[in-house]
T-cell receptor
Framework: DAMVIQNPRYQVTQFGKPVTLSCSQTLNHNVMYWYQQKSSQAPKLLFHYYDKDFNNEADTPDNFQSRRPNTSFCFLDIRSPGLGDAAMYLC????????????FGPGTRLTVT | GQNIDQPTEMTATEGAIVQINCTYQTSGFNGLFWYQQHAGEAPTFLSYNVLDGLEEKGRFSSFLSRSKGYSYLLLKELQMKDSASYLCAVWTGANNLFFGTGTRLTVIP
């Protein structure tokens, strides 16, 4: 089945140790999104790629970076994780910016020790 | 700024009907979504409203009033598996989807 895949489902990292979360999709969608969702809070958009064009949300910390080497894959890099970065990280895709429906991956739950 | 309000928690009985309300004030409006999210899982799409009125899909219905900045999700014939968080989200335009904090629904026998 076509889907959005995130690995790993659970990630533990140490304070200040760089970590990379990955997302892949078999939908051949042009747009990929990264959301951060903290406990009992709404998902918050960090950034998105429309094809190779990177779009950062204004309040996304510099500590968060993203790479999209090809259509299928997108990575979220946290350069120096702090305790406040512990959250669920959701990857989503949409066919194009004008398509309203976003398809979410299962998420990666990040723990920072 | 964007403001999307939902009740934090609701409880309902199996087999009953429950209505989850959402009010919004956003800079721009291109549609409103409802998502279901089980604990520890990703949101799954339930409904999308862009015009005023009621959209029905099986046991789930969603209503929108753009003039009032108001929507509700109606769940009928509640089942235990409907226990989840229900997220209201407003699409203000390309790539801009703003979520409410969600309503945690508990279905009791």
């Amino acid at each position: 089945d076509a889907m959005v895949i995130q690995n790993p489902r659970y990630q533990v990292t140490q304070f200040g140790k760089p970590v990379t979360l990955s997302c892949s999709q078999t939908l051949n969608h042009n747009v990929m999104y990264w959301y951060q969702q903290k406990s009992s809070q709404a998902p918050k958009l960090l950034f998105h790629y429309y094809d190779k064009d990177f779009n950062n949300e204004a309040d996304t910390p510099d500590n968060f970076q993203s790479r999209r080497p090809n259509t299928s894959f997108c990575f979220l890099d946290i350069r120096s994780p702090g305790l406040g970065d512990a959250a669920m990280y959701l990857c989503a895709t949409s066919r194009d910016p004008q398509t309203y429906e976003q398809y979410f991956g299962p998420g990666t739950r990040l723990t920072v020790t | 700024g964007q403001n999307i309000d939902q009740p934090t928690e609701m409880t309902a009985t199996e087999g009953a009907i429950v209505q989850i309300n959402c009010t919004y004030q956003t800079s721009g409006f291109n549609g409103l979504f409802w998502y279901q999210q089980h604990a520890g899982e990703a949101p799954t799409f339930l409904s999308y409203n862009v015009l005023d009125g009621l959209e029905e899909k099986g046991r789930f219905s969603s209503f929108l009033s753009r003039s009032k900045g108001y929507s509700y999700l109606l769940l009928k014939e509640l089942q235990m598996k409907d226990s989840a968080s229900y997220l209201c989200a407003v699409w203000t335009g390309a790539n801009n989807l703003f979520f409410g904090t969600g309503t945690r629904l508990t279905v009791i026998p």
